[in-house]
C-alpha cells in the first residue's frame, strides 16, 4: 500500500479536470486517475462547450486551450424524410468570448485540461483503471487501481456515466435504456477554406447545427453537425429504449442521416477520421443519486449531471461546474478535519445554489416532454410539408397560410393535440 494522498479523483473528463485543478491550485495533494492512455483518449462529445464555467476556473482559457472554432452560427433544423425547414441565428461573432461557445474536440482537450492540472501541482496517472474501493470503518478510505491500493482521506468519483466506483459506493444512478441515450458520432476531415464557405463562418467562426426529425428516423432523438477548424463532428443521441423498441441501430441511423439531402452537401468530400459511441444520462433531476457518501463525492455525468431538453444538451458545463463544487467541498471539509458525509454534506448546497442544481430542477418535466412521440415526426413532417406548400405555385387559386396550415395538420394531428404539446413545451424548453 501506498503513503496516499489527500484527495483522489477517478477520471480526466472534465469533471474530474476541474476537481483536481481546483484542488492541485489551492495546494492541495491530489492524484488524478484515468484508465485511457491519456485524458480524453476515449471521450466524446458533441460538442459545444460553453465558456462561462471554464472562464470562472482559468480565466481567458480560450487564448490557450486547444478549442476549435467560436460558435456565432446556431441553426435548428427540422427534417422530413427529404426536405427540411430552418431557423438560422447568426451574429457577428462580437459578443464576450467568456459566453460564447466554442467546439471542442476530446482528444486534445481534455489533454490539455489534465496537463494545467500537473500544471498546478497535481499528480496525474494515465492508463490505470480505478477497479474498487477501499472501504475502512464503513468509509471510504481509497481505490484500487492496477492492482494497488492507494489510501485517500476523500475519493471524487468523475468516471463518468455508468460509474462504477459510484455504484460500488451505493450512489449508482440506476441506468435503464429509457433514462440514458446512446451518441454516435464521426469527425470528418475537410480542409478549413471549404468549412468556412460552405457553412458561411469567417477564419476561427463557426457553426452548430441542431436536428430534429428523419435524422433518427422520427424516434426520440436527435441529430447534430458542428464545425471544427479542419474537420466537422457529425452525430446522432438517441434514446436507447427507442432504438431497442424500433430495433434501429445509431450507426445506421448515422448512416441514413450522413445521406439526407440536409447534409450530403455539407459533408460532401470529407474523409472520416475517427468514428465513436458513447452513453449520455438523460433522466434529468429524477434520475440525480445522492451525491455523496463518508469519504465520497460524485462529479458530472457518473452523478448524472446532464441537462438535455430538446433545446440544449449541456454535460460539459454541468461536469466542470460539479467537480468545482467537489473541490470547494473538499476545501471546506478539510478545514474542518471531517471527510464523514456530515463534512462533505455541503456539496449539495453548493450544487444548489449553482445553475448545476437549479436547471434540473426547473426543466425536470423536460424528460417526460421529450418522451412524445409527435416531436421527432409529425411536427417536422408537417413543418416540411407546410414550407413545401407554401413554396409552390402550381396555377390553382391559392389558400392562406392558416388554410394551408390546417389541410396540412388533417389526419395527422389535431388543433388539441398541437396546443396541449405546445403548452407543456411552454414549460419545458
Ligand atoms: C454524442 C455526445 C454528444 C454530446 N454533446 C455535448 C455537447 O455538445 N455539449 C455538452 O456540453 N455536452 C455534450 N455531451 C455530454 C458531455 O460529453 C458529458 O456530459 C461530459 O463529457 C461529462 O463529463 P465527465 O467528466 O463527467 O465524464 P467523461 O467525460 O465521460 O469522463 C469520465 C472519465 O473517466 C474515465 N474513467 C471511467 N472509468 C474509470 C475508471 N474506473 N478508472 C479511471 N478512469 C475512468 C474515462 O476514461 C473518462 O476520461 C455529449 C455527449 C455525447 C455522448
Redesign the pocket.
Known amino acids: 500500500m501506498s503513503d496516499g494522498f489527500e484527495v483522489i479523483v477517478?477520471?480526466?473528463?472534465?469533471?474530474?479536470?476541474a476537481a483536481a485543478y481546483s484542488l492541485a491550485r489551492a495546494g492541495i495533494e491530489v492524484l488524478l486517475?484515468?484508465?485511457?492512455k491519456f485524458?480524453?483518449?476515449?471521450?466524446?462529445?458533441?460538442?459545444?462547450?460553453?465558456g462561462s464555467v471554464l472562464n470562472g476556473l482559468m480565466p481567458e482559457f480560450w487564448r490557450e486551450a486547444p478549442v476549435e472554432r467560436r460558435v456565432h452560427r446556431h441553426i435548428i433544423s427540422l427534417l422530413s424524410e427529404k426536405s427540411s425547414v430552418s431557423i438560422d441565428y447568426n451574429t457577428d461573432g462580437s459578443g464576450s468570448p467568456a459566453s460564447a461557445g466554442y467546439t471542442v474536440l476530446?482528444a486534445k482537450f481534455?489533454r490539455w485540461l489534465a496537463q494545467k492540472v500537473e500544471e498546478a501541482g497535481g499528480m496525474v496517472i494515465t492508463g490505470?483503471?480505478?477497479?474498487d474501493l477501499i472501504m475502512e470503518d464503513g468509509r471510504i478510505a481509497g481505490i484500487v487501481?492496477g492492482g494497488d491500493s492507494i489510501p485517500a482521506k476523500v475519493v471524487i468519483a468523475?468516471?463518468?456515466?455508468n460509474?462504477?466506483?459510484a455504484s460500488k459506493a451505493g450512489l449508482g444512478v440506476g441506468l435503464s435504456p429509457g433514462n440514458v441515450?446512446?451518441?454516435?458520432?464521426e469527425i470528418i476531415s475537410l480542409p478549413r477554406q471549404t468549412i468556412e464557405d460552405r457553412f458561411n463562418v469567417g477564419a476561427d467562426g463557426g457553426a452548430?447545427i441542431h436536428y430534429l426529425g428523419f435524422c433518427t428516423r422520427g424516434v426520440h432523438g436527435g441529430g447534430?453537425l458542428?464545425t471544427n477548424q479542419e474537420s466537422l463532428s457529425l452525430?446522432v443521441?438517441v434514446q436507447l429504449r427507442a432504438l431497442i423498441e424500433n430495433r434501429l441501430r445509431g450507426v445506421e441511423l448515422l448512416a441514413s442521416f450522413k445521406e439526407h439531402p440536409a447534409v450530403r452537401e455539407l459533408v460532401k468530400g470529407g474523409t472520416t477520421v475517427e468514428y465513436?459511441?458513447?452513453?449520455?444520462?438523460a433522466g434529468g433531476l429524477r434520475m440525480v443519486p445522492r451525491l455523496f457518501t463518508d469519504g465520497m463525492l460524485v462529479?458530472?455525468?457518473?452523478a448524472a449531471?446532464?441537462l438535455a431538453t430538446g433545446r440544449?444538451?449541456?454535460?460539459?458545463?454541468?461536469?466542470l461546474a460539479?467537480?468545482i463544487a467537489a473541490a470547494e467541498t473538499v476545501k471546506l471539509a478539510r478545514d474542518k478535519g471531517d471527510f464523514s458525509r456530515t463534512g462533505l454534506s455541503q456539496y449539495a448546497r453548493l450544487l444548489g445554489e449553482s445553475f448545476v442544481l437549479q436547471d434540473l430542477s426547473h426543466f425536470q418535466r423536460a424528460p417526460q416532454f421529450l418522451d412524445n412521440p409527435r416531436l421527432y415526426s409529425t411536427y417536422p413532417d408537417l413543418a416540411c410539408g407546410l414550407a413545401g406548400k407554401v413554396f409552390e405555385v402550381d396555377g390553382q387559386p391559392k389558400m392562406t397560410a392558416w388554410e394551408l396550415a390546417k389541410a396540412e395538420m388533417k389526419g395527422k394531428v389535431s388543433l388539441w393535440q398541437l396546443v396541449r404539446d405546445a403548452m407543456a413545451a411552454r414549460k419545458t424548453i
Open positions: 477517478v477520471g480526466a473528463g472534465p469533471a474530474g479536470c486517475v484515468e484508465r485511457a485524458a480524453g483518449a476515449k471521450n466524446v462529445t458533441g460538442g459545444v462547450l460553453y476530446r481534455d490505470s483503471r480505478a477497479d487501481a468523475a468516471d463518468g456515466v460509474s462504477l466506483l441515450n446512446q451518441g454516435v458520432k452548430a447534430f458542428y452525430g443521441v465513436s459511441a458513447h452513453l449520455v444520462p462529479a458530472g455525468d457518473a449531471l446532464v440544449a444538451l449541456e454535460g460539459l458545463n454541468f461536469a460539479s467537480g
